[in-house]
């Protein structure tokens, strides 16, 4: 931050060279001028961040210098020194937005203390707005990567949105970027230094949801040492974004459109309404209407939630944006890693895009991290693709390639999906996989090894999130 510039104002000069000698002696920048004129030319040639003005001055006091910093630089504190102090002067002077009010003589411990609690204001505005705009780059549009006709469709609905203040469904598959919509919605809006609340609804027990979005009172049950506001609460002033809300219960589908509609929740154990002003956005990787016929969930909640749907499209459907993404994640991975980012080879880039990615751009992310993590190259090649289930497509020879290294590629892509396939059944056993592929163990462990497989990564595993 630039030094904290004080203007000092005043018509006598042994005060405003007292007061100058004091403040720069302590670290301070400060000028002086002797009339409000000559403070509002000064204020004009560069930024002040105090201007410390005495009231009764000649022309064009105090006040008047007051009411010309707040009207041209409202950031700029004013500080008003008088000799004839009243109550209704100092409250006038405050209204119109003096930080301070203060009656003479101002020795300069006094003028030293006011300066530094005026700087660490503006130190904590500096660093508020920093913290905003670091919001807003790592959740703004920016982040959802993709140039494709269904993520600029996606773009402007966002963009229409963002200024409003209407509830909205957010719609898609799972690992498709929901909540960085509901994030992007948030942090580009008019409320982006409100809250943002984020609750996954499928995650809530059943025995503790309507606590946690409502908040309770001490003794509402046993445990409740004191009361505890819920995630309504929290949220109040900004946004509460509920995802997967389709997995709530029916009864508490019913409390929580109740506190939509009335704009107030009642703490579990109370009986004491609290307004709230919150916003919503409500996320499902389920289709609304299916669950609408199913029962599951409830025609008036959705109706009220759904002012506007948008819907997250799959990554199937828009496949032209993987080397986007996929360019996206390895520079992310090389920013993390402090080293160069790492490039695909085409071989392994069309093996992602012929893949059809059911856990969408939440398992491509996964992918990139782990083939940065085992690569111990620049360039990620095929082979060295850690692939998820299903994900390996045959070798294509590329314009040039030998016929053994064509027949290499395609013998070392079909031992990989074996050995995968055989620990995958195992559940990361290798002695069982071994058995199966009809092969020695310590052979196994070998070709494990040598494509840089992890047995562990294999235990337990099911569909890919």
Request: a positive charge.
């Amino acid at each position: 931050m630039a030094p904290f510039r004080v203007l000092v104002v005043d018509d006598e000069a042994i005060i405003r060279k007292s007061f100058c000698r004091a403040l720069n002696d302590a670290g301070f920048e400060a000028h002086s001028a002797a009339n409000g004129r000559e403070a509002v030319a000064k204020l004009q040639e560069a930024p002040y961040h105090l201007v410390v003005t005495d009231l009764r001055m000649p022309e064009m006091d105090g006040r008047a210098v007051l009411r010309a910093v707040k009207e041209r630089w409202p950031q700029t504190e004013v500080v008003i020194l008088t000799a004839y102090g009243t109550i209704s002067d100092a409250v006038a002077a405050i209204k119109e937005g003096a930080y301070n009010y203060v009656t003479k003589p101002l020795n300069k411990h006094e003028l030293l203390r006011i300066a530094r609690e005026v700087a660490e204001k503006v130190q904590m505005r500096h660093r508020l707005r920093a913290l905003e705009e670091q919001l807003k780059d790592r959740y703004g549009l920016h982040n959802l990567v993709g140039r494709s006709a269904a993520m600029q469709r996606l773009y402007d609905l966002i963009e229409r949105v963002r200024e409003a203040d209407c509830n909205v469904v957010i719609t898609g598959e799972s690992g498709t970027g929901k909540e960085l919509v509901a994030r992007a919605i948030h942090f580009t809006g008019p409320k982006a230094q409100a809250p943002f609340v984020a609750v996954n609804c499928g995650a809530l027990p059943e025995s503790i949801a309507e606590r946690e979005l409502f908040g309770h009172v001490r003794g509402a049950f046993t445990g409740a040492e004191r009361s505890q506001p819920g995630y309504f609460e929290s949220a109040s002033g900004g946004t509460l974004f509920l995802d997967e809300f389709t997995e709530l219960s029916p009864g508490l589908q019913v409390k929580l459109l109740r506190a939509i509609q009335q704009r107030e929740v009642i703490r579990v154990g109370s009986t004491q309404a609290i307004a709230v002003d919150v916003r919503i956005l409500a996320a499902t990787n389920r289709d609304p209407e299916r669950c609408l016929a199913d029962g599951t969930l409830r025609e008036d909640l959705y109706y009220r939630l759904n002012v506007v749907t948008i819907h997250v499209p799959p990554l199937r459907e828009r496949s032209e944006d993987i080397p986007l993404l996929a360019e996206h994640f390895l520079t992310q991975a090389a920013e993390r890693a402090g080293t160069p980012p790492k490039r695909l080879e085409p071989a392994a880039l069309q093996t992602l895009l012929d893949y059809h990615w059911p856990g969408n751009v939440r398992e491509l992310q996964n992918v990139i991290e782990r083939a940065v993590t085992l690569c111990r190259g620049e360039v990620i090649s095929q082979i060295e693709l850690p692939r998820p289930p299903g994900a390996i497509a045959p070798v294509r020879p590329r314009a040039g390639m030998s016929f053994g290294e064509a027949r290499r590629q395609i013998k070392e892509a079909f031992e990989r999906e074996a050995i995968e396939t055989a620990l995958r059944q195992s559940g990361g056993n290798v002695t069982r996989a071994a058995r199966s592929l009809g092969i020695a163990r310590s052979a196994l462990q070998r070709l494990i090894k040598r494509h840089g497989l992890r047995p562990a990564d294999f235990r337990d595993s099911g569909p890919t999130a």
